[in-house]
């Protein structure tokens, strides 16, 4: 037991006399105890909150730490390090992964925390000392027993695969084939490359007995079908809760029984796919129950809850920003409800910078932070923090640095920060939090929008079963996620199409009415028809785009200037106190190329601008204006603001207008073979209302409102 109270670097080199001593890296050489030294042979050196000691004299550390009262478990530093519990952290096991040609790559120690816990680290060799961290095979880590693999399959040997390397050694002990992949299971802890390891071989899954353990088990095997040569799960008879195949050794099993049990084993077949189609509908049923939203909020909603469960297969990950104009208007209740239907959740309001980032980078949540606006309108370093940790969590392998104290010493560390997250809260995101999600508009609920008390027992219970066939999905259609390249509509900007690019990839996997119901959605929720983003050198271009519609020859920068003045839904009329004139106009501008030049009008040469000198800026920054002013001053519908703009647009492309009567071009729109008017309500809304389209597809008139307000 340790005698000595060891809380920082500080206080383990007080213990070394001060004179002499080096400076090194990281550290310092000092007097070690253990022999009669005379120059400074013993390097104590901190790498990442663990404190090495190492003497290049070859005493054994044990016998140095115990000379000044410590015991190995005093060398290891976190965050939270209290010195009485020393004694919980105990180093119990060391296991040795080989790469390929047989060189130590990198050691999994496991340590014991007592109470019945455990923890698991990395460490690997550099320079001759051992230092945190799996060194190059951070990205790229092996399997347990690595070299022996080829041979095992090359002699048609079953490898069996339980969790942990403290359950393969008795197996090959006991002459058997045991592999195992490093940290145990839980989510994302088998990778692709495992599988590739084990490509040809018979495999024997031997599951701990317990849910986690079970699961990871189906996610290994989902992984190896059609890969392997075979695949069986064996769950050993008689283990206790939480068992495992030490138990069922210690419990009087032979390595012989187990391979009988194998024998008699079924081959593992994946269950029939669930039909993903319904278990959305079934999805955004139960999110109904609960909270009433509109249509496209309610087909992005049941994809990106299907997504957090198979955000192993994405790149990027959309945020869902929940938001209302005023108070009261279900934000809270929508995250409740995600939060037992999503994977990991870990539903918060405020939290320090540091333990949101150390969070996300150790468990990968699915993030719902709720009051998102009180955040960034907090202490500055705070909202920074934050904002950076959104700006870089949205991509894989994105990461937030913080300053972490060493010693007397300070460092940057980068700590990955990709997962899902949902955001809630009250006005304007910034601009770059903004272009990474997807916005679900609140309102408060009218009388005649009824909806389920909230218990949360109830809530589960109904949950529970629906999360399961998520997990169970997942499992499987992993791999075909990953594979998939989904159509983007073109009117999303590049990174609108990057964020929704699983959720289509989802919807096209669904079929049926759920691809075009999610490109739909994303036109209504993430389309540039949605203005409430834009810059305002963007909103000057959409204006100047509206005013100069139809619109022949030059225009004068004062006529420019009173037309844009006049528009009373634009900002123009009051700058700070002051009305656009043509000045200002022109240095607006000036950063898109376009400056006044001298035009003609009669006998008239004032300063001013020709249609043809802002087609480049409309193209780059304002690709999607609506075709004609007349669509784009339309009251918006109630379902969201880029639904005008999206049917004004395909019905441009046809040559016709939305609001037009006029037939379309023979051959075209072929309104004499028309669809049948639907014979079932909506079967998200139950709503019989229907309007049909241009291009002859029948909307359910509540769930996505005809331009106009028409019904």
């Known amino acids: 037991m340790s005698t000595t109270k060891i809380r920082s670097f500080d206080d383990i080199l007080a213990l070394f006399p001060e004179s002499p001593r080096q400076k090194i890296l990281d550290g310092w050489n000092v007097i070690c105890p253990a022999h009669q030294d005379k120059n400074p042979s013993l390097s104590v050196t901190l790498k990442a909150n663990k404190i090495l000691v190492n003497c290049q004299a070859g005493c054994k550390t044990e016998d140095v730490l115990k000379l000044k009262g410590l015991i190995l478990a005093d060398l290891f530093l976190d965050s939270n390090h209290r010195p009485e519990d020393n004694k919980q952290k105990t180093l119990v096991a060391t296991f040795n992964y080989e790469c390929e040609k047989g060189k130590e790559a990198y050691q999994i120690r496991r340590f014991d925390l007592g109470n019945g816990n455990k923890t698991f680290e990395a460490w690997h060799k550099k320079d001759g000392q051992y230092i945190s961290g799996m060194g190059e095979y951070k990205d790229k880590p092996i399997l347990y027993h690595l070299p022996k693999i080829p041979e095992w399959k090359a002699t048609g040997r079953r490898i069996y695969l339980p969790e942990g390397e403290g359950k393969v050694d008795p197996i090959v002990a006991q002459g058997g084939a045991a592999s195992t992949s490093p940290f145990g299971a839980g989510p994302k802890k088998w990778r692709a490359e495992y599988s590739e390891t084990l490509a040809g071989a018979e495999v024997i899954i031997l599951p701990d007995n317990d849910k986690p ?29 939480k068992g495992d195949i030490i138990d069922w050794f210690n419990a009087g099993g032979t390595f012989g029984q187990l391979e009988r049990l194998a024998n008699e084993a079924p081959e593992w077949k994946p269950a029939p796919e669930e039909e993903l189609g319904g278990l959305l509908a079934d999805v955004e049923r139960f999110i109904s129950l609960y909270v009433s939203t509109g249509g496209a909020e309610r087909t992005a909603l049941a994809l990106w809850v299907a997504h957090t469960h198979a955000i192993e297969a994405a790149e ?223 909103q000057l271009l959409r204006d100047i785009a509206l005013v100069l519609d139809g619109r022949e020859g030059p225009v004068p920068s004062g006529e420019l200037v009173t037309a844009l003045v006049e528009r009373e839904e634009s900002p123009w009329g009051d700058l700070r106190g002051r009305p656009l004139d043509a000045r200002k106009l022109a240095r607006m501008l000036r950063p898109y190329g376009i400056r006044p030049h001298t035009v003609r009008l009669g006998n008239a040469t004032p300063k001013g601008y020709q249609a043809e000198d802002f087609g480049d800026a409309f193209t780059r920054y304002i690709p999607r204006i609506a075709a004609t002013t007349a669509t784009q001053d339309t009251p918006k519908a109630n379902s969201g603001p880029g639904l005008v703009a999206d049917v004004a647009d395909v019905a441009d492309k046809k040559g016709i207008r939305a609001d037009d009567d006029t037939p379309p071009p023979p051959g075209d729109l072929k309104h004499n073979e028309l669809p049948d008017y639907p014979t079932s309500p909506c079967h998200i809304c139950s709503c019989s209302d229907y309007w049909l389209t241009d291009w002859n597809k029948w909307l359910c008139s509540r769930c996505y409102p005809k331009p106009g307000g028409e019904s």
Not at 214 to 224: E, G, I, P, T, V
Request: proline share 6%; hydrophobic share 40%; charged share 25%.
């Open 213 to 241: 353990g079970r699961d990871f088990a189906q996610a290994k095997a989902a992984s190896l079908y059609g890969i392997a040569k075979s695949i069986k799960i064996l769950e050993l008879p008689g283990l206790p809760e």
């Open 316 to 538: 990027c990950t959309p945020y869902l920003y929940v938001t209302s104009p005023e108070k009261q208007s279900g934000k809270t209740r929508l995250l409740e409800v995600l939060a037992l239907l999503v994977a990991h959740p870990w539903f918060t309001a405020r939290v320090s910078a540091a333990v949101l980032v150390r969070k996300v980078s150790r468990d990968a949540p699915t993030l719902l932070l709720d009051e998102i606006d009180s955040a960034f309108k907090a202490d500055k370093e705070y909202s920074e923090a934050l904002r950076g940790l959104l700006n870089a969590g949205y991509r894989r392998g994105g990461v937030a640095s913080l300053c972490i104290k060493k010693g007397g010493d300070f460092d940057l560390v980068d700590f990955p920060v990709f997962c899902a997250k949902v955001l809630s809260g009250i006005g304007q995101l910034p601009d770059t939090v903004a272009d990474r999600s997807i916005r679900i508009n609140m309102k408060r609920r009218s009388p005649d929008e009824p909806v389920e008390r909230f218990r949360l027992r109830a809530a589960q219970a109904q949950a529970s079963p629906l999360r399961d066939r998520l997990e169970q999905w997942a499992n499987v259609a992993v791999t075909r996620l990953a594979d998939a390249r989904p159509v983007l509509p073109e009117e999303l900007s590049d990174r609108s199409a990057d964020v929704w690019e699983p959720l289509f990839a989802e919807a096209d996997m669904a079929g049926g009415e759920w691809p075009s119901r999610s490109r739909q959605a994303a036109g209504v929720l993430s389309s540039h028809a949605d203005d409430d983003g834009l810059s305002w050198g963007a």
